[in-house]
C-alpha cells in the first residue's frame, strides 16, 4: 500500500465494502465531536435513514451563511452532510457531492428524490460525481466556481493532501471557504502506522501531524487557518492502540479562507468588528473560530486578517468592519476577544464536545 492507486483502492473497498454501517468502525473518530448544535441537528432529522446509517466524518463541517451558496462536499459518501447543506442552501442553492466509491453514491444518488420532496423542493438541488477529490477538473468543477468547500473525515484518507488542498483553493471563488472536519496527529507518523490498511481505513493512518497540515494550507493559498474546534479521538481496540504507539490524534475542524492579500500574522491597523446579526444558528454570538466570538452590535477590535474574513467573504453583510489599512500599528496581540472569553464555557460550538 504505497502508491496513490493502491490507496485509493483499498478506501473504496473498506468504505464500499468492508463497512457496513457506521458500528463497524473500530475507534471514536466518526463521532468526535459530540453532538451538533440545534441548527444542525434539526436538518439532520429529515436525513434518510439509509444516509445516516453509513456516515463516516469525525465533526460537523457544517458552515453559517450559506443560503444560495454553491457548496462542494469532498468525500460526500452517502450524502448525510450534502442533505444537510442542502436544506441550508435553499432551493435556490446547489450542493454538489463528489467521492471515489460508487457503492456510497449508489445510496445518495437513490435518495435524491426522496430527500427533495422532503424539504418541499421542486427538484434535487444536489448532484453527486464520481471522482477523485484530487482532480475536482474531472467532475466539471472549473476555476472560481464554487462559494464554500467542506469536507468531513476524508483529506486524510488522501494520498495526495497537497493536491486536495491545491483543488480546492482553485475552485473556490475570491473570498470563499475550505470548511473541514478531519484527523490530525500529535506527530510525523512512522511508516509502519502510516502504510498499515487498516489504520489507513480507520482515519489514522493518513492523519497528519497538524503543524505540517497547517504549514501546507499556508503554502498552497489558505494564509490564516482558524481552527473552530478540538476534539480527542479515542482508540477502545487493543490492537490498534498497541499498534499507534504513543501517537495521539484528534478531530479538528478548520475553516480557510480564499484570501491572498491575509497577512503572515496578525497585524494592528486600528480596526473594529461589529457583528449585526442575521445569520441563522448565530442569533446572538457569532464565532469565526475558537477564540474570535462576536455578541451582537459588541464592538470588538480585530487583526487585519479577521477584518478581511468578514469585510471580503459572505459574511460582509452581517459584520460592519470600522477602519482600514491605511495605518498599521504593529503585531496585533491575538487573544480572544471579549465576548468569546465570557461565553466560552456556556457556548458549545465554542468547543468540542464529547464523544457520541
Not at 506527530?187 to 497538524?210: M, N, S, T
Request: proline share 4%; hydrophobic share 35%; glycine share 10%.
Amino acid at each position: 500500500m504505497h502508491d496513490s492507486s493502491s490507496i485509493h483502492s483499498w478506501v473504496s473497498e473498506y468504505y464500499g465494502k468492508l463497512l457496513a454501517s457506521t458500528k463497524d468502525l473500530k475507534t471514536n473518530a466518526c463521532c468526535a465531536s459530540g453532538a451538533p448544535p440545534g441548527w444542525i441537528a434539526s436538518r439532520l432529522r429529515n436525513v434518510h435513514d439509509d444516509v445516516a446509517n453509513r456516515f463516516y466524518g469525525c465533526g460537523f463541517p457544517i458552515p453559517h451563511g450559506i443560503e444560495g451558496r454553491t457548496v462542494v462536499d469532498l468525500g460526500c459518501g452517502t450524502g448525510r452532510d450534502a442533505y444537510v447543506l442542502a436544506q441550508l442552501v435553499g432551493p435556490k442553492g446547489r450542493v454538489v457531492g463528489v467521492d471515489m466509491t460508487e457503492d456510497q453514491l449508489e445510496v445518495a444518488r437513490r435518495t435524491a428524490g426522496w430527500h427533495a420532496d422532503k424539504f418541499g423542493y421542486a427538484e434535487p438541488n444536489t448532484r453527486f460525481e464520481q471522482g477523485y477529490i484530487e482532480d475536482l477538473n474531472a467532475v466539471g468543477l472549473g476555476d472560481a466556481s464554487v462559494d464554500v468547500i467542506v469536507s468531513n473525515c476524508v483529506v486524510n484518507l488522501s494520498p495526495r493532501k497537497d493536491l486536495v488542498l491545491e483543488e480546492a483553493y482553485r475552485v473556490l471563488a475570491p473570498g470563499g471557504e475550505l470548511y473541514i472536519s478531519d484527523v490530525f496527529a500529535d506527530r510525523r507518523l512512522p511508516k509502519a502506522v502510516a502504510e498499515d490498511p487498516v489504520l489507513y481505513g480507520e482515519c489514522l493512518g493518513g492523519a497528519l501531524y497538524q503543524f505540517d497540515f497547517e504549514t501546507l494550507a499556508k503554502k498552497v493559498g489558505f494564509l490564516d487557518p482558524r481552527v473552530m474546534t478540538t476534539a480527542e479521538i479515542t482508540i477502545g481496540n487493543d490492537e490498534i492502540r498497541e499498534k499507534v504507539g504513543a501517537a495521539r490524534f484528534v478531530s479538528v475542524t478548520y475553516r480557510l479562507f480564499k484570501l491572498p492579500e491575509l497577512d503572515a500574522q496578525c497585524e494592528d491597523y486600528g480596526q473594529i468588528a461589529i457583528y449585526r446579526g442575521g445569520i441563522e444558528g448565530a442569533p446572538s454570538v457569532f464565532w469565526l473560530d475558537d477564540h474570535h466570538a462576536f455578541e451582537l452590535g459588541r464592538p470588538e477590535r480585530v487583526c487585519g486578517n479577521t477584518a478581511d474574513m468578514f469585510a471580503s467573504t459572505r459574511f460582509a453583510s452581517a459584520f460592519e468592519v470600522v477602519g482600514d489599512k491605511s495605518t498599521h500599528y504593529g503585531a496585533y496581540p491575538c487573544g480572544p476577544t471579549m465576548a468569546a472569553t465570557e461565553y466560552a464555557e456556556t457556548d458549545a460550538s465554542a468547543s468540542g464536545g464529547a464523544c457520541c
